[in-house]
Structures are given as C-alpha cells and as structure tokens.
C-alpha cells in the first residue's frame, strides 16, 4: 500500500463526519435539510464521500445570516470542518 493509500481518509470516516455535521445542523440549529445552503454543503459531502474531492471554501448560509467556513480534508488524520460564522464588514 502506498503512503498515500494509507494516509487517504477512509470512506467510512467521510460518512460519519458528514452525517454527524448535517445532524447538529439540522437537529441542533433548526436549519432546514431543503434550505438551498443545507444541500449546496451536502452536495459538497456527496463528492467528497463519493471521490474523496478535498474542498476549502464557504457557503453563504443567508436565510441564517451566516457564513459556513467549510474544509474537506484529504488525510485521515483531520476532521471535517465547518465553522458558521456572522459576517463581518469593513467600514470604510
């Protein structure tokens, strides 16, 4: 097995992490499992869970007021991250 096979986070740890996710944000934070926002992130975990596409970026959760800082990791070793967060603006 090559270092990389052997570091690559596993199939099964891609499920968990993105079903353990869309739980807190649906159950815990009342966030709607239609709402547009809800399913750009899990159509981001279906690529991640399905060809393992590592994705950083943000997903602007606006019917919330938050943006979700989102990080797909490649390795085994980090977690799936997603940090909503209030935006923030620059006065001028």
């Known amino acids: 097995?090559?270092?990389q096979q052997q570091t690559e986070k596993p199939v099964g740890d891609r499920v968990r992490e993105s079903v353990t996710i869309l739980k807190k944000l649906t159950n815990?934070?009342?966030m709607s499992i239609d709402s547009p926002e809800v399913q750009e992130l899990k159509q981001r975990f279906d690529a991640?869970?399905?060809?393992g596409t590592c994705w950083s970026g943000y997903i602007v959760f606006s019917s919330y007021g938050r943006i979700a800082d989102v990080n797909l990791p490649q390795k085994a070793s980090k977690t799936i991250e997603v940090t909503l967060r209030v935006p923030t603006f620059k006065h001028k």
């Open 28 to 30: 815990d934070l009342g």
């Open 1 to 3: 097995m090559s270092v």
């Open 48 to 51: 991640y869970i399905k060809n």
